[in-house]
């Protein structure tokens, strides 16, 4: 079993900035893939930001130069950095993970969501 815990969220103003942890453990031969997805009230759950195992990051357009994703050197650890938060970006947060397992067996694993809430 993987398990995916996120933190970090919270109640944050227009402009502020909050940063996401999300740590990975369990059965896990290799994290193939991370990303952090969000869901709005109303709304599909969308793509935010990816990293690949070689430090590839790719970024959804209403993100884009003010998120930041990145892993620690064991790479079971993902962060989100946020800047200039607009009320738009308000959504449960969740972190995602492609991984393999000591068995070489492929999943895919959602954390639990973490709330970020920006007031205006």
């Known amino acids: 079993q993987v398990q995916l815990v996120e933190s970090g969220g919270g109640l944050v103003q227009t402009g502020g900035s909050l940063r996401l942890s999300c740590a990975a453990s369990?059965?896990?031969?290799?994290?193939?893939?991370m990303g952090w997805y969000r869901q709005a009230p109303g709304k599909q759950r969308e793509l935010v930001a990816r990293?690949?195992?070689?430090?590839?990051?790719s970024y959804a357009e209403s993100v884009n130069r003010r998120f930041t994703i990145s892993r620690d050197s064991t790479k079971t650890t993902m962060f989100l950095q946020m800047n200039n938060l607009t009320p738009e970006d308000t959504a449960v947060y969740y972190c995602?993970?492609?991984?393999?397992?000591?068995?070489?067996?492929?999943?895919?694993?959602w954390g639990q969501g973490t709330q970020v809430t920006v007031s205006s």
């Open positions: 990293i690949t195992n070689d430090g590839s990051t």
């Open positions: 995602n993970a492609d991984v393999l397992t000591r068995q070489v067996q492929g999943g895919n694993y």
């Open positions: 369990g059965n896990i031969f290799v994290i193939k893939e």
